[in-house]
């Protein structure tokens, strides 16, 4: 998804990236891959000069090793099936604090439309008056089931199904990598079959 990178990276060297992007496509399209990306970059020290990640900075390198202390994920839990109001009270209490390393704090949200009622009018009042340290990122198949008034305070990006023709391409890769056959027909119908989804 280079399109929708280049676009939420030249939002954020403006400063026009908002407090709360929401990642919005169908399952299996790197919503999250490509969320926990845009965390990386807003993690780097050196991304508001260089428009990218560095790599080798602290942020970016406690962020790859996954133990960033300024860096969340809220997911639905094991044995769960919502993102719950404690996880959000929780959230809103670590973003309190200031960053760790004196930028930003960073939440990924998946998947967003798994919040309940309770949960969402928790996050609300943080949406509504952000600290300046910190970014919220929604991943979401079904942005109808998050509330408006949450929909309403992010900036949103859709995310187009992967063409068929990069879903052979990556499928040929497989198949060379495991020492098999297979011809362009059967891999065109998985292909079309897996409807933009890369995962399927």
Excluded at 42 to 49: A, D, G, R, T
Aim: glycine fraction near 6%; charge should be positive.
């Amino acid at each position: 998804h280079e399109k929708q990178w280049k676009r939420v990276a030249a939002a954020h060297v403006c400063d026009r990236l908002g407090h709360a992007p929401l990642l919005v496509g169908h399952r299996g399209m790197g919503k999250k891959v490509f969320g926990q990306r845009l965390a990386t970059l807003l993690l780097c020290q050196q991304s508001p000069v260089s428009n990218q990640n560095c790599g080798s900075c602290q942020g970016c390198r406690l962020h790859a090793a996954g133990n960033h202390p300024d860096y969340r994920e809220v997911t639905v839990a094991d044995g769960k099936t919502q993102i719950t109001v404690d996880q959000i009270r929780e959230l809103s209490a670590y973003l309190a604090f200031k960053s760790h390393a004196g930028g930003r704090k960073v939440a990924l949200l998946w998947p967003a439309e798994k919040m309940n009622a309770n949960a969402a009018n928790s996050l609300l009042k943080t949406l509504e008056e952000p600290p300046d340290h910190v970014k919220f990122i929604f991943c979401t198949t079904d942005p109808e089931k998050i509330p408006i008034t949450v929909l309403s305070r992010c900036q949103r990006f859709d995310f187009a199904p992967v063409e068929v023709s990069k879903i052979m391409q990556r499928l040929r890769e497989i198949v060379t990598a495991e020492n098999q056959q297979a011809d362009d027909a059967a891999l065109e119908l998985l292909a079309r079959r897996a409807a933009g989804s890369m995962r399927d």
